[in-house]
């Protein structure tokens, strides 16, 4: 049997988009199945599983749910919702013959296909050609592998030949990664390492990645931009890991200051601590904001110690009360974890990150005494804690990240 490629749209405006898709997946020797995501009128073209299979996923009766609808007792952004959620059912129940999936959108499908699409494992193809793509897309993709391409053209009122053009690439883009695909490999022999960075803690990542694998073992890097440290909580819970090297915890600003543009959408530093894997953590990056430009630095923060790091990224360094607040949050993960805790953490007394050396623009010693002072009150008897007279990216703390590591894993 071949392969099969889910096809995920609003038929009632966007039939004839999903048809052509479907037309060029089957000619290419691969099934295809087109998934109604539509909330108010018909299709315009027959989907093979109806707006009504979709809610019946969900054990919804589908003619109270477009009634309420359409007299406005069910808001639209919790009907599209509740669309994403019941495709994402269908897609499970295909899960062994599924090669990938589609979707089309603009807002509303966008919406729709990423949530159902957000249920699949990692490594599944998923692509969704839309009109919001030139937007902010971090809603729609969170930490899945969805790729995201701009439409160009409305994707309504039947294909044209810009629309023709892109939906092609689209779909030739999707037929290369299903009859390439070979699966995430999960050999449990190999002994792969979680690591966490931010650039402005890559010194340390450098030196412990290059040990690492001068150990045997796999290191993999997440980007602690919310994102990133998402997609690796994701990945431990599945066992996929042996140990974690948590050193860039700069996500846990975001998880307390919602502000943060880096907040993650999974609570982190949680699921190594509850389920007993090894874990070494340093408190990169912890002490400052991420914003976008500039202009985008909300009012309050305006006047303190702030870093230009590119036209699109600015750092603010917390206040101390806010670092404080911080560290209550990375304590607190200590205390809510119901395991035998398997971690140590590595204090650095001389900087968490490249910005917070002397003379750097985001250096504030004494605040980052105060963290470290709560830390080692609060954590005292429950996990290991060592300090070193050095900034995070020194010798001085690999070399102590790398010895605690070894002497956690008995190597």
């Known amino acids: 049997m071949s392969k099969l490629v889910a096809i995920l749209a609003t038929l009632d405006t966007k039939g004839p988009e999903a048809l052509f898709l479907k037309e060029l997946i089957i000619s290419a020797g691969l099934d295809a199945l087109i998934i109604d995501l539509s909330i108010l009128n018909e299709p315009l073209v027959k989907p093979d599983v109806s707006r009504d299979d979709v809610l019946r996923e969900l054990s919804l009766d589908p003619r109270e749910f477009l009634s309420k609808v359409r007299d406005g007792r069910l808001r639209r952004d919790e009907a599209i919702r509740l669309m994403g959620l019941g495709a994402g059912k269908i897609l499970v129940k ?13 807002n509303q499908g966008t919406a729709a296909a990423s949530i159902a699409m957000k249920v699949l494992p990692i490594g599944i193809p998923k692509i969704i050609v839309s009109t919001v793509a030139s937007g902010n897309i971090r809603p729609y993709v969170e930490y899945k592998d969805i790729m995201i391409m701009f439409s160009v053209a409305d994707l309504e009122f039947g294909p044209n030949t810009i629309s023709k053009l892109v939906l092609t690439n689209a779909v030739n883009a999707m037929i290369g990664m299903v009859k390439g695909f070979k699966g995430l490999d999960i050999d449990r022999n190999v002994k792969r390492i979680a690591v966490t960075t931010l650039g402005s803690t890559g010194g340390l990542t450098r030196q412990c990645v290059n040990h690492l694998k001068k150990l045997g073992f796999e290191p993999i890097v997440f980007h602690a931009s919310g994102a990133g440290g998402s997609a690796m909580e994701e990945l431990i819970e599945a066992g996929f890991f042996t140990a974690v090297l948590d050193l860039n915890l700069h996500e846990l600003v975001g998880e307390v200051i919602p502000d943060d543009i880096y907040k993650p959408m999974k609570s982190r530093l949680v699921n190594a601590l509850r389920m007993e894997i090894p874990v070494i953590i340093t408190p990169g990056s912890i002490n400052y904001l991420v914003f976008g430009p500039p202009d985008t630095i909300p009012p309050k923060y305006l006047g303190r110690k702030t870093h230009y790091h590119n036209p699109y990224n ?8 806010e670092l404080l607040r911080v560290a209550e949050n990375l304590c607190s993960k200590f205390y809510n974890s119901r395991g035998r805790v398997r971690a140590k953490i590595v204090l650095p007394l001389g900087g968490f990150s490249v910005l917070d050396m002397p003379g750097g623009p985001l250096y504030e010693p004494n605040d980052d005494v105060e963290f470290i002072n709560y830390v080692v009150r609060s954590l005292s008897g429950l996990t290991e804690v060592s300090k070193v007279n050095a900034n ?3 010798s001085e703390v690999a070399y ?10 008995n190597i």
């Open 94 to 106: 295909f899960i062994k013959d599924l090669g990938g999936v589609i979707g089309i959108g603009g």
């Open 400 to 409: 102590e990240v790398l010895t605690s590591f070894k002497s956690i894993l």
């Open 314 to 321: 600015t750092n603010v360094r917390l206040s101390r009360e």
């Open 392 to 394: 995070i990216n020194s």
